[in-house]
């Protein structure tokens, strides 16, 4: 007799289809995403990802969702509505922008305790005071964003909205924190190299990995992590006037946070990271696929690609071997401080922006007038 086929709730469902993206969602968390998300936001996600959305924007739109799901839930006892209403946005600023000593003595004023209790339980509130303002506009942005992409209009950018957004970051000013407290500028990538200075694998790998994420512009470490064999061509040496010639290869960034995967962004190597890269490349026998890989504790090179929070990891382990604070650099650290370098080094900022690939000149140039303004005569008056 045959047996009869299992019948799956909408929970189960939504699971099933959270496994076929799962290589562009944190999918450790199914379960969790599938109770939180309703059909019509798997539905979406799965849209974005066959309309080619990179994957780091995607995570981010599917944390920042299932936050939004959440939170809803927990304030008004039902799913988000598409579009959100006016008020509804009003209540989200309301809840995550307060004045910590308005709180004091008025306990209606920020996030019901309901609200935050519940949003805690899941893990998905750790912050014990209001929201950075970066954090609430990135998440209305992502919620703007897919409403959008439902095909409907939202009251984002009504005055009502931007006017509260605004009046509360004014009632509660924050100092921004940099991503890396301090840039890894030169010197400091020195001390770092030296403590890869054998030749075993381990010392091999971070060794390339510190030298082409900061001779490539100081590449992010999702790059530094993805990066592929099939994105590297050598290119013709370069003649130097006063030495031999140097090797150069070219990096096929594809599709990046700034640019998609019709721009074929294009970064340069020459010299020493290129010899690093060789070097590691040919101890590990990598000849396809993933270019950086974790390697076990007997030496095994792992066939997966390392993951972009190791390449944090690395940093922090390195500077802490060459007696630094590894509390204050990050991978970021890298990005900034190819910039805080070529500024250093009087490179001009058209050129170093072609290697960065910032699209930013605000962005890039604040780096260059941070490392020009501490040394200028500006800062010498006494």
């Known amino acids: ?38 059909d019509h936001d798997v539905e979406t996600l799965r849209h974005l990802v066959n309309q ?54 008025d306990q209606d004023h920020g996030m019901p305790a309901e609200v935050d209790e519940s949003l805690r339980s899941q893990g998905l509130l750790k912050s014990t005071g209001p929201h950075a303002p970066a954090t609430v506009r990135r998440r209305l942005a992502n919620w703007s964003t897919l409403t959008k992409w439902r095909g409907f209009d939202g009251a984002f950018a009504s005055p009502s909205v931007k006017s509260a957004i605004r009046l509360a970051v004014r009632a509660v000013p924050r100092t921004r924190r940099r991503k890396s407290a301090k840039a890894v500028t030169g ?25 082409v994420a900061f001779a490539s512009g100081g590449r992010r470490r999702s ?15 370069i003649e130097m006037p006063d030495g031999p010639p140097l090797p150069s290869l070219a990096i096929h960034l594809g599709r990046t946070k700034t640019s998609n ?19 590691w490349m040919a101890a590990a026998k990598i000849e396809s696929g993933s270019v950086f890989r974790a390697i076990g504790r007997w030496g095994t090179i792992a066939r997966r690609a390392l993951d972009p929070q190791s390449v944090n990891a690395i940093i922090k382990q390195r500077a802490a ?62």
């Not at 076929?20 to 599938?34: K, M, N, S």
């Not at 058209?350 to 500006?378: C, D, F, I, K, L």
Request: hydrophobic share 40%; glycine share 8%.
């Open 52 to 105: 080619g959305m990179g994957d780091n924007t995607l995570r981010a739109l599917t944390s920042d969702l299932t936050y939004l799901e959440a939170w809803g839930l927990a304030a008004t006892g039902q799913s988000l509505p598409w579009p959100a209403p006016e008020a509804l946005l009003l209540k989200f600023v309301a809840h995550h922008l307060w004045d910590p000593q308005r709180r004091e003595t």
């Open 223 to 237: 790059e530094i992590a993805g990066l592929r064999v099939e994105q590297l061509s050598p290119e013709a040496p």
């Open 187 to 211: 010197d400091v990538l020195a001390g770092l190299l030296a403590t890869c200075a054998t030749d075993s694998l381990r010392d091999l790998r971070d060794r390339a990995i510190l030298m």
């Open 1 to 38: 007799m045959a047996k009869a086929k299992k019948t799956l709730t909408a929970v189960e469902r939504r699971a099933e289809e959270l496994d076929t993206i799962a290589a562009v969602l944190p999918i450790e968390r199914r379960d969790e995403l599938a109770e939180l998300l309703t």
């Open 321 to 382: 071997m060459a007696g630094l604070e590894p509390g204050e650099f990050s991978a970021h650290g890298l990005r900034s401080g190819y910039l805080t370098e070529a500024a250093i080094r009087g490179i001009p900022l058209p050129e170093a922006m072609e290697q960065s690939r910032h699209r930013s000149v605000q962005q890039a140039s604040s780096y260059y007038n941070n490392a020009t303004r501490r040394s200028g005569r500006a800062t010498r008056m006494l």
């Open 261 to 279: 995967g019709e721009q074929d962004g294009v970064v340069y190597l020459t010299g020493r990271p290129v010899d690093a890269l060789n070097a």
